[in-house]
């Protein structure tokens, strides 16, 4: 017996509704990064790619759309299609450091 999606039968929520459940949400979330920002700029030293790719980001977000996720994660994802003969870190650092 297979359970189905409850969600599945779900109506949409009105823009109102989404923006009644995450609004205070997303405002913290925009504060914070420009807090990070802000101590980015007070900061010495070379910009880290990472921060680059944040940068990158924020006009696609701004142009919105429906695949807005994906159109960021493309442009921070590694693009080359040989594997990498040795890793150069630990761990992932969630942009790829050869973005330019």
Request: net charge neutral; aromatic share 4%; charged share 25%.
């Amino acid at each position: 017996m297979s359970e189905s999606n409850p969600l599945a039968q779900t109506a949409p929520r009105t823009r109102q509704q989404v923006a009644d459940l995450h609004f205070m949400d997303a405002r913290y979330k925009l504060l914070d990064l420009a807090a990070f920002l802000d101590r980015l700029e007070r900061a010495s030293g070379p910009e880290d790619h990472r921060v680059l790719g944040l940068r990158k980001a924020l006009p696609l977000l701004l142009e919105g759309g429906p695949d807005c996720v994906a159109r960021i994660l493309h442009l921070w994802s590694d693009p080359t299609v040989e594997p990498a003969p040795k890793a150069d870190t630990k761990a992932a650092t969630g942009v790829w450091p050869g973005l330019k």
